[in-house]
């Protein structure tokens, strides 16, 4: 019998985007939403590549979803996203009335939870799997984002 | 002389685009975003139409006025939206650091001013101008909804 994937197998989904998003040179965010068991939206961060301060991994991820599922909310849906939703994501995640959410690494500076009650009040919250490569990747990002403006 | 188009005159035309998505059978609120004058986006909400809970006004606005001027940053831009943005639209416009944002109409259950800070805080904010027309059709959206529905 195949093992029931879980959050951490996910996670390595939503983490495989942040790489393409690192190789493309974006801040490397990933994300995938689930929806009994399969995957129906993969999606990375692309600001640089569209211009649009708006294109996080989060945003593009509930559009592909909702129009994969054929309807508007993502009440039966895991996303699993790199780093813990802004306050934008974490808006678009309320209008879609998002069944769980499970986020890596955390994100001090501009993540949600500095706010109380952003999420849609049924929105399960997981935090965890990956948060340390996560992590990591965003640091090497900005390292050698660094290195190349000096 | 021309007289200098003011902040009444451009919320007119978001209320005009507000206009269209009441006729449209969209929830009624419309943008426009300004840059040196000129209106260089139109928006009004299309969450019906796209089947896309991140439509509003304002997020459509945003990203049109970033393609339109070519530069991610609306630093030197006023967005005019008839209603009060929510928390995702108003961390969408943290991120595009916009200069100036005049509203119309509050909304005191959803609307962004319920938290401290979400805008960015270079951004000036004026309230005001065609907040009761815009209330009003707000209102009547709503109120022909519920006939429908009952």
Redesign the interface.
């Known amino acids: 019998m195949l093992a029931q994937k879980d959050d951490e197998y996910f996670m390595k989904q939503a983490f495989a985007e942040a790489m393409k998003a690192f190789d493309e040179g974006e801040v490397p965010v990933g994300a995938v939403v689930v929806s009994q068991g399969q995957i129906i939206a993969r999606a990375h961060n692309q600001?640089q590549l569209l211009?649009?301060?708006?294109a996080h991994a989060e945003?593009i991820g509930?559009?592909t979803a909702?129009?994969n599922v054929?309807?508007?909310?993502l009440n039966n849906c895991t996303l699993y996203v790199t780093l813990e939703p802004?306050?934008?994501?974490?808006?678009?995640l309320?209008?879609?009335k998002l069944g769980k959410l499970v986020y890596a690494a955390s994100d001090e500076k501009q993540g949600y939870t500095r706010?109380d009650d952003?999420l849609h009040p049924k929105t399960k919250v997981v935090q965890g799997p990956m948060a340390e490569e996560s992590r990591r990747l965003l640091q090497a990002f900005f390292q050698s984002k660094r290195k190349k403006s000096s």
Chains 1, 2 share one sequence.
């Open positions: 600001t211009d649009d301060v708006t945003m509930v559009t909702t129009s054929g309807y508007k909310y802004c306050v934008m994501c974490a808006g678009a309320f209008w879609s706010y952003l």
